[in-house]
């Protein structure tokens, strides 16, 4: 017959055993919650970046849709080394919006009397990789695409808008 101190010992001995499961099993599951955790904040990484090229792309289209009356788009050189997208202002003639790519940025600067890019008067569309404007070689199109950064490679997104007006004016620089 067991005593009633012996008891006692082995519900102290079954309770050790059983923390040291738990403490097991909490040391396995860390690495799981751990790895859960990074890819977590990769995917949500990669989902900025291409969140911040598709704000790009839209904006964008959105300016040459809304801008497409005879004469008032181009592609021009930036004067930074890029293409830039070139639209005339309809209300005054001598007002120029400039979308183009410097350090990392697609970047929108107003220009007054046609004076070419400055980057500490523009402001910062979007943070991306890359960006690439030209015309068709008929001139009834806009072609650009927009870089991004992606688990570590570079993505595209290429795009075309089809303009109405006639045809654009510049063309692509090499």
């Keep these: 017959m067991l005593k009633k101190g012996d008891k006692r010992g082995s519900s102290l001995i079954e309770m050790v055993l059983v923390l040291c499961i738990i403490a097991l099993f909490a ?18 990484k990669n989902q900025l970046l291409e969140g911040d090229a598709r ?10 849709k809304q801008n497409d009356v005879n004469g008032n788009i181009s ?17 005054a003639k001598n007002t ?3 979308i183009y790519f410097h350090e990392e940025k697609l970047m929108e600067y107003i220009s007054i009397n046609g004076q070419k890019p400055d980057p500490a008067l523009s402001q910062t569309i979007a943070e991306i990789k890359g960006f690439d404007i030209n015309l068709s070689e008929k001139g009834n199109e806009v072609l650009y695409d927009v870089e991004y950064e992606s688990k570590g490679r570079v ?20």
């Excluded at 040391?27 to 949500?44: F, K, M, R, W």
């Design 27 to 44: 040391l396995g599951t860390i690495p799981l919650i751990l790895s859960g955790s990074n890819a977590y904040n990769d995917i949500s």
């Design 55 to 64: 704000i790009a792309v839209s904006f964008i289209q959105m300016k040459l």
């Design 75 to 91: 592609v021009q050189d930036s004067g930074l080394g890029s293409n830039a997208l070139r639209i005339q202002w309809t209300e």
């Design 96 to 98: 120029f919006t400039y």
């Design 155 to 174: 993505k595209r997104i290429s795009s075309r808008v089809e303009l109405r007006s006639e045809k654009a004016e510049g063309g692509s620089l090499q």
